[in-house]
Each structure stands twice: as C-alpha cells, then as structure tokens.
C-alpha cells in the first residue's frame, strides 16, 4: 500500500515544482542559450513563447527581449525594498512579481480576461503569454505595430492609459529601458535565425 502512495506523491511533487520559478538562466544575452537551458522533459520556453507568438502575433524576439529587462528570466524577481530610516526593509517599491514582472492588478485582469484563473506569474508559460496579451491589447488599443519593440516596451512600462497620455516622454529610465528591450529584440531576432 505504502509503495502504490509513494510514487504519486513524488509524481505529483515534481509536476509542483516543474512550474514554479527556478534559477535564471546563466547566459541570458544568446536567446538561443536561454531556449537550450530550458528545454526539458517538463518544459520547453521555445514552444511557449511560438505559442504566444501564434495566439497574439508578437514575435517571439520581442517577447524575450521584454522578459530579458524586466526580469533577466528569473521567474522569483521582485522589486527592491523600500528602507524605513534608511536601513530597515520595508515595502516593494511595487507588486511586480515573476518573468513578466506584472503588477497585482494587471495580472488579475489577465487571468480574468483570459480564464486562466490558475495562471502563476513564476510559470514562464503563463508569463510569456501574459507579455503577449498585453501586447496584442496596445496594438489594439494604440496601433503600435506588433514588432515594434521599443513602442511595445513603452506601453508595458507605462501601463495603457500612462503610454496614451505619453508620461514616458519625460521619463528617462522608460526611455532608457526600452532602448534596451529594442536592442535586445533586435539581436534576439538575429539569434534566432541560426540555433532554430
């Protein structure tokens, strides 16, 4: 009897585990890297981001160069700390969580939209489909065309109504970071011709 429990519970553990976030990539910068590192019998983020690209229509290049500066692919990556008198740990700065880094809010309004109620921001699946939502709901929304990695980027930082009034023009570090995403987007388009 105790034999027939014993190998579902480590089934089922494993599966647990396979989801959760892990530790990132150590080669983040060759998207083919980051697809050969994780590619495995429980997942495969290559045919979770074609699959993204298929359901919404944002390249796959793009949807990695987000993730790349949000979270540097580290499913558990969470904002600083605020320090109370200057050395106590106090609040995050805000409820960015997991690879995609959404917020409380707008993660909520994914997996309602979506009926994906049991989506985890620390699952690349369901993280990378997120980055794919809200990008297809700024092309909607905006127009910005869906390899436009820099406008995309913008929206994604700024939140749809912020990207609308245009809060990012004064905003450097915005500025600065989609900057990054585009490069990034740019040479992860490149990469990806040669490793699939």
Not at 36 to 55: C, L, V
Not at 95 to 118: I, M, P, V
Not at 132 to 139: A, E, M, P
Request: hydrophobic share 35%; proline share 4%.
């Amino acid at each position: 009897m105790q034999n027939r429990l014993t190998f579902p519970l480590i089934l089922f553990g494993l599966l647990a585990l396979a989801g959760c976030g892990s530790a990132p990539p150590s080669s983040i910068n060759d998207v083919c890297a980051v697809f050969s590192q994780r590619d495995g019998f429980f997942t495969d983020w290559y045919k979770d981001a074609q699959r993204t690209e298929r359901r919404y229509g944002i390249p796959v290049h793009v949807l990695m160069a987000t993730m790349r500066v949000e979270s540097g692919f580290d499913g558990d990556a969470r904002p600083p700390r605020k320090k109370f008198l200057g050395v106590v740990p106090w609040k995050r700065q805000s409820t960015a969580y997991g690879y995609s880094q959404a917020l409380n809010g707008t993660w909520d309004q994914y997996r309602r939209e979506t009926g994906k109620s049991l989506a985890r921001r620390t699952n690349f699946s369901d993280s990378v489909d997120f980055v794919g939502w809200y990008y297809s709901k700024t092309v909607e929304k905006y127009g910005v065309p869906r390899d436009d990695a820099y406008s995309l980027y913008l929206s994604y930082r700024s939140g749809w109504s912020g990207f609308g009034r245009g809060v990012w023009q004064n905003d450097n570090g915005a500025k600065k970071s989609a900057t990054r995403t585009a490069n990034f987007a740019m040479n992860y388009r490149s990469q990806l011709r040669g490793c699939y």
